[in-house]
């Protein structure tokens, strides 16, 4: 048990998506104008990264990895479809985020309206395919330590965005530089968070 | 080239710069910006897959069924960036290594995804090819600045080779460690628009 609250502790602060790897900046400097916009994209990432990921890694394990197709016979062991992984992933995200959407919006209509303009820009926010790509480079053992990856990831995600929609609502109402105003703040906003977060990277685990 | 082709070409570099106006492929401009070599390396990847997919999507636009036009785009995209990471594996295996998952996050780039929904879907395929190379050079342009200036402040040196001569670390000149901080990255750029803003006030926000 200990080992997945590690993960979860450590993609949430140490290894921040936005903070520590820049990873999802383009929605996460696009739809953070107010919280609850935000919040709704957080809740889509965190949901499409904890489908994605754990599907890419059975993806990964038994068709991908060199020698992962031997249960479909003998002659099979040699295959290496490692390089394809790009390919695959991106095109089970796709397939996924349209899945989901249709199943939202046939089963929870309200859901769907929170959610519904978000859903289809999932497919194209990099979060989700970096789950994919560092859950292959991270060598997880199991199935539980990729979802316990998988939901940090998406969590951190979701509150970095929420603590940037928090603190543009404010900045609002100060006097900013005329060429800061709107995009440049916001960097520097958000470089200034990522000094704040560097502060986990002493947490050992 | 024609003189409308030459202006697609040149608008990215400043009033539609992908990265400092369209806010287009931060993810990857920030992270890999340490160095300068990644960032050259990563700058003409980025280059190479948004030209190629914009003139190979431009030209199947009349087939591609509007529907599915994403996954198609997508596949596209992950083809061209198999190929791009294949070479760097087998040509610069080191800076291949340093650039690690962000390789594969150019499928997802929002620039080439931003020019092929904006520009190739509807236009013929040389001036997209156009439109592709001249945003991802906008790109490179601004990936190139930063990881000059963190190289240079941060390590100084340049590609590698020391620039700060050996009399101004005895007269008491340290390298700013912030600088290889990733946080930087973020800040360099808002630095950047501080200036390309005061430069071009039409490009200024309202609060």
Same mark, same amino acid.
């Given at each position: 048990m200990q080992e997945y609250i590690n993960i979860i502790i450590k993609s949430i602060f140490t290894e921040n998506m936005i903070f520590a790897f820049f990873i999802g900046m383009c929605s996460y400097l696009a739809i953070s104008k107010t919280v609850k916009t935000s919040i709704g994209l957080g809740i889509a990432v965190i949901f499409v990264q904890m489908v994605t990921v754990p599907l890419n890694y059975y993806l990964l394990e038994k068709v991908l990895k060199p020698g992962a197709m031997q249960w479909m016979g003998e002659s099979f062991t040699e295959v290496d479809l490692s390089f394809l992984s790009f390919m695959v992933y991106i095109a089970t995200i796709a397939a996924m985020v349209q899945l989901v959407e249709m199943i939202v919006e046939k089963f929870s209509p309200s859901l769907y309206n929170s959610l519904g303009i978000f859903l289809p820009l999932i497919a194209v926010n990099c979060a989700i395919l970096a789950g994919s790509l560092f859950m292959e480079q991270r060598e997880y053992q199991n199935i539980g330590e990729v979802l316990a990856f998988s939901f940090g990831s998406g969590f951190g995600w979701a509150l970095a965005i929420v603590t940037l929609a928090a603190i543009r609502e404010r900045i609002r109402y100060s006097n900013i530089p005329a060429p800061l105003r709107g995009l440049g703040i916001t960097f520097i906003i958000t470089g200034l968070l990522g000094i704040a977060f560097m502060s986990f990277m002493g947490i050992k685990l | 080239m024609s003189s409308k082709n030459l202006k697609l070409f040149t608008v990215p570099f400043n009033l539609q710069n992908p990265v400092t106006v369209q806010v287009l492929g931060i993810c990857s401009a920030l992270a890999v910006t340490v160095k300068l070599m990644p960032a050259i390396v990563m700058g003409l990847s980025v280059t190479v897959v948004t030209a190629f997919s914009s003139l190979i999507i431009s030209s199947m636009r009349d087939y591609i069924p509007p529907r599915i036009r994403i996954?198609?785009?997508?596949?596209? =995209?992950?083809?061209? =960036?198999?190929? =791009?990471?294949?070479?760097?594996?087998?040509? &610069?295996?080191? &800076?291949? %290594?340093?650039?690690? =998952?962000?390789?594969?996050?150019?499928?997802?780039?929002?620039?080439?995804?931003?020019?092929? *929904?904006?520009?190739?879907?509807?236009? %013929?395929?040389?001036?997209?090819? &156009?439109?592709?190379?001249?945003? #991802?050079? #906008?790109?490179?342009? $601004?990936? $190139?600045?930063?990881?000059?200036?963190? *190289?240079?402040?941060?390590?100084?040196?340049?590609?590698?080779?020391p620039m700060i001569p050996k009399a101004f670390y005895s007269a008491g000149y340290v390298n700013n460690g912030m600088m290889i901080m990733p946080p930087m990255a973020l800040i360099v750029v808002g630095l950047i628009i501080w200036v390309q803003r005061s430069k071009n006030p039409e490009l200024i926000e309202s609060n």
């Amino acid at each position: 048990m200990q080992e997945y609250i590690n993960i979860i502790i450590k993609s949430i602060f140490t290894e921040n998506m936005i903070f520590a790897f820049f990873i999802g900046m383009c929605s996460y400097l696009a739809i953070s104008k107010t919280v609850k916009t935000s919040i709704g994209l957080g809740i889509a990432v965190i949901f499409v990264q904890m489908v994605t990921v754990p599907l890419n890694y059975y993806l990964l394990e038994k068709v991908l990895k060199p020698g992962a197709m031997q249960w479909m016979g003998e002659s099979f062991t040699e295959v290496d479809l490692s390089f394809l992984s790009f390919m695959v992933y991106i095109a089970t995200i796709a397939a996924m985020v349209q899945l989901v959407e249709m199943i939202v919006e046939k089963f929870s209509p309200s859901l769907y309206n929170s959610l519904g303009i978000f859903l289809p820009l999932i497919a194209v926010n990099c979060a989700i395919l970096a789950g994919s790509l560092f859950m292959e480079q991270r060598e997880y053992q199991n199935i539980g330590e990729v979802l316990a990856f998988s939901f940090g990831s998406g969590f951190g995600w979701a509150l970095a965005i929420v603590t940037l929609a928090a603190i543009r609502e404010r900045i609002r109402y100060s006097n900013i530089p005329a060429p800061l105003r709107g995009l440049g703040i916001t960097f520097i906003i958000t470089g200034l968070l990522g000094i704040a977060f560097m502060s986990f990277m002493g947490i050992k685990l | 080239m024609s003189s409308k082709n030459l202006k697609l070409f040149t608008v990215p570099f400043n009033l539609q710069n992908p990265v400092t106006v369209q806010v287009l492929g931060i993810c990857s401009a920030l992270a890999v910006t340490v160095k300068l070599m990644p960032a050259i390396v990563m700058g003409l990847s980025v280059t190479v897959v948004t030209a190629f997919s914009s003139l190979i999507i431009s030209s199947m636009r009349d087939y591609i069924p509007p529907r599915i036009r994403i996954i198609v785009q997508l596949v596209i =995209v992950a083809a061209l =960036v198999i190929l =791009v990471d294949q070479i760097l594996r087998a040509f &610069v295996y080191d &800076v291949s %290594k340093a650039l690690s =998952v962000y390789v594969g996050l150019i499928i997802t780039n929002c620039i080439i995804m931003g020019r092929l *929904e904006a520009y190739a879907m509807g236009n %013929k395929p040389w001036p997209s090819f &156009v439109d592709g190379l001249g945003n #991802g050079a #906008g790109y490179a342009m $601004i990936l $190139i600045i930063i990881g000059f200036t963190r *190289e240079l402040l941060g390590s100084g040196s340049l590609l590698g080779h020391p620039m700060i001569p050996k009399a101004f670390y005895s007269a008491g000149y340290v390298n700013n460690g912030m600088m290889i901080m990733p946080p930087m990255a973020l800040i360099v750029v808002g630095l950047i628009i501080w200036v390309q803003r005061s430069k071009n006030p039409e490009l200024i926000e309202s609060n």
